[in-house]
């Protein structure tokens, strides 16, 4: 059986989620291709890093 809701949102609506973190030009591709989403408090579902980014930081998005 297949799902008339297409990619992310089929997962989404499964209850299953996506989550994303590389660097601008693999976000920027993913974006394009439909994964980006905003949950209920408005927070994007990816963070954009490079080599500036802290473990910290990374751990407070996820």
Known sequence: M???????AA???KGRLIAMMGDE?????FLLGGVGELN???QP???VID???SVQ???DCF
């Open 2 to 8: 297949t799902s008339a809701i297409p990619g992310a």
């Open 11 to 13: 997962a989404a609506a």
């Open 25 to 29: 030009d693999t976000c920027v591709g």
């Open 40 to 42: 209920k408090s408005r």
């Open 45 to 47: 579902n990816y963070m």
């Open 51 to 53: 080599k500036n980014t």
């Open 57 to 59: 930081e990374i751990e």
